[in-house]
């Protein structure tokens, strides 16, 4: 019978980056107390910082609201930057059950932008996956 190896441990340096104006995302990691998971919010006017945030990190963890303005601009900047710089690039995405073609749309953006897409029904999921990711 094969027997089956457990990869060691990860410490996975990860950068949460909000695109949105949405404090449930921040406030889910905050609250978590991930002390080893760095939070940040981008916009448009923000995004000289981005190089400089993603030094040293080996994931961006893109987080957004469906049904709320996602900063296009800013999720350009963080994705182009993060792939010039070897990043892997996941996205959250909070969406409750009622949904519409602009969330769809949203959806479509940011599946173009990242590597790996999650869609969770509630901000309090998020906290678990970071766990998982690191």
């Not at 892997?88 to 949203?106: F, K, N, R, S």
């Amino acid at each position: 019978m094969p027997s089956i190896k457990t990869a060691p441990a990860c410490d996975a340096r990860i950068l949460v980056a909000g695109v949105g104006g949405d404090e449930a995302i921040a406030s889910a990691v905050i609250r978590a107390e991930l002390l080893d998971i760095r939070y940040a919010r981008y916009s448009g006017d923000e995004v000289a910082s981005i190089p400089r945030d993603l030094d040293g990190i080996d994931m961006l963890v893109v987080a957004a609201t469906a049904g709320r303005s996602i900063d296009r601009s800013a999720l350009a900047a963080l994705a182009q930057t993060a792939r010039d710089s070897g990043v892997l690039i996941a996205a959250i995405v909070v969406m409750a059950e009622a949904h519409d073609a602009g969330d769809a749309v949203e959806l479509a953006v940011l599946r173009e932008a990242v590597d790996m897409l999650m869609v969770v029904r509630d901000a309090d999921a998020i906290p678990g996956i970071l766990r998982s990711l690191r």
